[in-house]
């Protein structure tokens, strides 16, 4: 009767709006973790990368030249401590 009901109607679905929203984001979270985890950054097989420098399957620091793309990767994987396969 004398009670506005539109403003709390407006006011419980904006709160409804909200609960709904954060919930959404929650789970958008949730599943956004799932995804970054499962698409992980794996390491490429060294073999996997061009040798430019002839330093061939060797997986050896020594045996490959700095402007040699596997030679780069095996510095930075033995720089990070990241196993060399
Ligand atoms: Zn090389």
Known sequence: MG????KNE????SEA????????SEKKRKSSAANSARSRF????LLELACSCGG?????VEAHKTTCPRGRALRRRVAA?????
Request: aromatic share 0%.
């Open 42 to 45: 794996k390491p490429r097989p």
């Open 56 to 60: 061939g399957g060797v997986l050896a």
């Open 10 to 13: 407006a006011e419980l679905i």
């Open 17 to 24: 709006m909200s609960v709904l929203g954060s919930r959404t």
């Open 3 to 6: 009670k506005p009901k539109t």
């Open 81 to 85: 401590g990241q196993p060399l396969e």
